[in-house]
């Protein structure tokens, strides 16, 4: 697939990212004294891969260069990047077929699955974090859904409030934005992650300061601190189960541990 010179610059980007955040020590290479620069340089992580110091170069600088599924491996294996780092890298450089992605419409027995749902906090969300359905509970927990097409990107980045309900907040806005990154990856062409994106870096000074970092992450299960606004600060359990028929679609759903 041909690659535009924006993607180009983007995987270059991403590999640099991976690079600078990788030592010496963590790659098995011996000290050499003094850095100028933080990581690995180009032609160290080019003799850990197997390839072309010059070729590697190109590639990092956008150039209009085609590299293999082996190459990319080797890169990926050489920084030790995650499965979905991997995932992503393999999108950046045009190894994966971009998934199409169209409006949200939401199947009138999917919206009413949170409600079955209650008293735990339940919606569903679609793949720039707007919330298609909820459910009471999940209201009360996060006031934001009671607004008029509610999106949990804006709400955490824009809307002080996000940081009372999110107790750790830092984390939790990096590993939105973190999926967010790995989403817009997997939709290069579609405008509505674009605008997303471009409104966050206007709002956020979080945002103009953590995208460089080039971190992704999959949409996940897992546990959170949160504050009620009756029952105070609890921990949570979440899980996310992706729709059969739209899998950008996901219904999450809360549920707290306080004692049966």
Known sequence: MRRTADQRHELGAFLRSRRERLTPAEAGLPRTGRRRTPGLRREELAVLAGISATWYT?????????ASDQVLGALASALGLTPSEKDHLLRLAGHTRPQALEADPLAAEVAAVPGFLDPHPAFVIGATYDVLSHNEAAAE??????????????????????????????????????????????????????????????????????????????????RKRLRHPRLGPLDYAYTAFHLAEQPDQTLVIYSDERPC
Do not use: N
């Open 58 to 66: 190109y590639l990092e600088q956008g150039r209009d260069v085609q």
């Open 141 to 222: 927990l996060f006031p934001v859904l009671r607004k008029e097409k509610p999106s949990f990107a804006r709400w955490v980045f824009t809307d002080p409030e996000s940081r009372h309900v999110l107790i750790d907040w830092e984390q939790e806005a990096r590993g939105l934005l973190a999926r967010l990154r790995a989403l817009a990856g997997q939709h290069p062409s579609d405008e509505r992650f674009t605008r997303l994106i471009d409104d966050l870096h206007e709002a956020s000074q979080e945002v103009r300061s953590w995208w460089p970092h080039y971190d992704v992450q999959p949409r996940h299960g897992g």
